[in-house]
Structure formats: structure tokens, C-alpha cells
């Protein structure tokens, strides 16, 4: 699973993309946020293209899923409280919870 | 509600001493169950995983963790911890939801090694 960027410093109010690619065709994907001592909260999930849903924690985020290999998480307007580390994973669709996950992207809003 | 618990935030064990990570969930079901571990400024990788059977299941990095459904719990075991095992470790349950199944983090244990 790869995620771009690693890093990312951004002013409040813009408008961000965090790519998420996997190529081991893979049904479920999902983005987390994580937050120190607070484990990670799903933002939102898809189970095939064209398929998503919120998770536990989705207000301020969007995605889309146009094919099985891309997720990306947009956030439409930068908040200081969406400064976090985020994760995409993927999954089979019937081993939700065997998750292969990227590298995270840190990204702080200043 | 269905939720995931690790009690214990931080743990400190010497090199060489045995390991227990506790884990306790709840559901009205027997949920899968697994265990992840994270090195700093990394991702998660899956360390074991229970569906069903038998109740002890082998890891990787010599890990194992026992499933016991009268307690709700899914506890991580190292007989032997090295220092290159100090990370943090998630537990993580699915529960089917609407059909589809669905991921719940632990907060996480810190696991500190001392020599």
C-alpha cells in the first residue's frame, strides 16, 4: 500500500489530497487518522469501487474510489484539528480486519 | 455498543522477561480478532489473527496470543522479550455491521524494553 506524501505542512483553509494506491486488488480499502494515545479512528471505508461509507470519525474528509487500486482522502478545507497521522489500508473484502497499511502521512495544519 | 479495550497504556519489561498485552472486547458475537504492532514512524504490521479453531494462535517474532470467549479476551504473549520488540501494540476486532465488516483499534500499549 503506497501513500503520498509522507509529510505534509499546510495553512488553514486549503483544500488537500493524500493518495492511497494498492495493487494486490484488494476490495476493502480504508483511511485512519491517528492521534497520540487515542489508538486509530476510521474516517472512512470503501468496499469496491464506486463503493464508500463514513466511518467513525468522517466530518471535514471526503473520498472516492474510482477503481480497486486508488482511495484518496481529500480534505476540502485544512483545519488545525485535522492535524494528525494518517493510514490507508487494504484488505480482502471478507478479512476486513487483515489489513495491509501504508506508511502513514503526517500532516500538520498550521 | 461494540468496543475494544487494551487496559494497560505504557508497559516497562526487561530483556529476556515474558510478556503479556491484554486485550478485551465486546460484542455480542465472537468477533476476528487481531494483533498489530507499530515501530516508530511506521505503519502497522499484523503480528496474528483469529478467526476460528483453535484458540492459541502462533505469530510472527516469535508472538502468540489465547483467545478465551468466558473472559472477552485476546491477549498478546513473548515468553522471551528482545529489545528490538519495543514498539507499540494494537489489537483490533471486526464486527459485521450492515452486511460489511468493520475494523475497531484498541488505544494501543507502549511496550518499553530495558536491558
Known amino acids: 500500500v503506497t501513500q503520498n506524501p509522507r509529510y505534509l505542512i499546510t495553512v488553514t483553509g486549503k483544500k488537500l489530497t493524500v493518495t492511497c494506491s494498492q495493487n494486490?486488488?484488494?476490495?476493502?480499502m480504508s483511511w485512519y487518522r491517528q492521534d497520540p494515545g487515542m489508538g486509530l479512528k476510521l474516517i472512512y471505508y470503501s468496499v469496491g469501487a464506486g463503493i464508500t461509507d463514513k466511518g467513525e470519525v468522517p466530518n471535514g474528509y471526503n473520498v472516492s474510489r474510482s477503481t480497486t487500486e486508488d482511495f484518496p482522502l481529500r480534505l476540502e478545507l485544512a483545519a488545525p484539528s485535522q492535524t494528525s497521522v494518517y493510514f490507508c489500508?487494504?484488505?480482502?473484502?471478507?478479512?476486513?480486519?487483515?489489513?495491509?497499511f501504508g506508511q502513514g502521512t503526517r500532516l500538520t495544519v498550521v | 455498543a461494540q468496543s475494544v479495550t487494551q487496559p494497560d497504556i505504557h508497559i516497562t519489561v526487561s530483556e529476556g522477561a515474558s510478556l503479556e498485552l491484554r486485550c478485551n472486547y465486546s460484542?455480542?458475537?465472537?468477533?476476528?480478532l487481531f494483533w498489530y504492532v507499530q515501530s516508530p514512524g511506521q505503519g502497522l504490521q499484523l503480528l496474528l489473527k483469529?478467526?476460528?479453531?483453535?484458540?492459541l494462535v502462533q505469530g510472527i517474532k516469535g508472538f502468540e496470543a489465547e483467545f478465551k470467549r468466558s473472559q472477552s479476551s485476546f491477549n498478546l504473549r513473548k515468553p522471551s522479550v528482545h529489545w528490538s520488540d519495543a514498539a507499540e501494540y494494537f489489537c483490533a476486532v471486526v464486527f459485521l455491521s450492515g452486511g460489511y465488516q468493520k475494523v475497531t483499534f484498541g488505544t494501543g500499549t507502549k511496550l518499553q524494553v530495558i536491558p
Open positions: 460484542y455480542g458475537a465472537t468477533p476476528y
Open positions: 494486490m486488488n484488494h476490495e476493502y
Open positions: 483469529y478467526f476460528s479453531g483453535d484458540t
Open positions: 489500508a487494504s484488505s480482502p473484502l471478507d478479512r476486513g480486519g487483515e489489513a495491509f
